[in-house]
């Protein structure tokens, strides 16, 4: 899929991807456009897709949420039936908040966030490890947060 993105359409991403909030009177005036224009600019973008849904980032750790995880996963077997079963499955797990198939190794990589170390660890014996289609887990505890960003890098390579 291919969409077709001028300076402005680009510079209108960049502000709503740091700030949702911003109304289009305040994105039109930051970029020195027409209210209505750039009005019609947002709506195409969110009807082709490229604006996806706005939400509130939170703040993890101000919430009691102190340890991210990086598990990287092996399945018992990687058959269609497998590979579907255990991917219908770890959606539904608040805790994940990322899943990706790999190259390599490793079959899956997930992101998991908990409260601390103990809720992580009842979470991989009594979820996780229960699961029938995992063979092998391993877990990566981040220790220091050094860049963690929402903002895709937008630049003049979508011109």
């Known amino acids: 899929m291919s ?7 680009v510079a209108i991403l960049r502000l709503l991807q740091r700030d949702a909030s911003l109304s289009s009177t ?12 750039c009005w019609r600019r947002i709506n195409r973008l969110q009807q082709e897709g490229l604006i996806q849904r706005e939400v509130a980032l939170l703040d993890r ?27 219908q499955e770890i959606v539904q797990h608040t805790e994940v908040m990322e899943c990706y198939t790999m190259t ?38 981040a220790v220091t947060e050094i860049k963690n960003s929402t903002e895709l890098p937008l630049d003049t390579q979508l011109l």
């Open 26 to 37: 305040a994105i039109a005036e930051r970029l020195n456009m027409s209210q209505s224009p």
């Open 104 to 141: 390599g190794i490793w079959d899956y990589m997930l992101k998991i966030v908990t409260r601390d170390i103990r809720h992580y660890e009842e979470f991989v014996r009594n979820t996780l490890t229960a699961s029938p289609e995992i063979r092998e887990l391993h877990s990566h505890m």
């Open 61 to 87: 750790r101000g919430l009691g949420m102190d340890v991210v995880v990086f598990a990287t996963i092996n399945l018992t077997s990687t058959g269609r039936q497998n590979l579907m079963a255990f991917e």
């Open 3 to 9: 969409i077709n993105l001028d300076a402005q359409d």
